[in-house]
């Protein structure tokens, strides 16, 4: 069992990005992950890396399976695993699975608002912008004045407007 400190993860990341290997990198962060004891950052946090660099290599089956390692590890991530479960099921072309999935994370609410950007941020890329236009509204209108997410839901929720033909309201006059 191993512990794991941020610097270890700069190093693998740093090594990985000189070579330009996602799939190298997602395997040996999911082997960090098996071997996870303790450390500054958590286990799932280290699956969800995984998962995205699993991604990044074109390998979305084993992406999905990475970010339900980390859903079920249950540590904290940052973003909520499932926003990166539907992502990957959009992907695997499972549209239906990532609406549930999305439909649940809505249904449970308290929802980050890096979730909901990430979710926002998918729903636009897969052609909803009418649902990302919903996400985006509700996280904005229920996220702190200082969440550092809040000026970059604002661009967004901008081009999504400007996207499906909407006339600027008062929220996009808070983008600066």
Do not use: N
């Amino acid at each position: 069992m191993a512990h794991v400190t941020r610097e270890h993860l700069d190093r693998l990341l740093e090594q990985a990005l000189l070579a330009d290997d996602h799939g190298s990198l997602a395997s040996r962060l999911y082997d960090v992950a098996l071997d996870y004891s303790s450390g500054d950052v958590s286990r799932a946090s280290i699956l969800v890396q995984a998962a995205e660099e699993w991604r990044a290599a074109g390998q979305p089956a084993r992406a999905l399976e990475c970010f339900q390692r980390a859903l079920e590890d249950g540590g904290e991530t940052g973003i909520d695993p499932r926003a990166g479960i539907a992502d990957t099921l959009f992907e695997l072309d499972r549209h239906d699975e990532a609406r549930e999935v999305i439909e649940a994370i809505r249904a449970e609410g308290g929802v980050s608002a890096a979730t909901a950007h990430s979710i926002v941020e998918t729903l636009v890329a897969y052609g909803d912008l009418e649902a990302g236009h919903e996400w985006v509204t509700q996280a904005l209108l229920t996220c702190d004045s200082d969440d550092p997410e809040r000026v970059s839901m604002l661009r967004t929720r901008y081009r999504i407007r400007l996207d499906l033909g909407l006339p600027e309201d008062e929220i996009d006059a808070l983008v600066s």
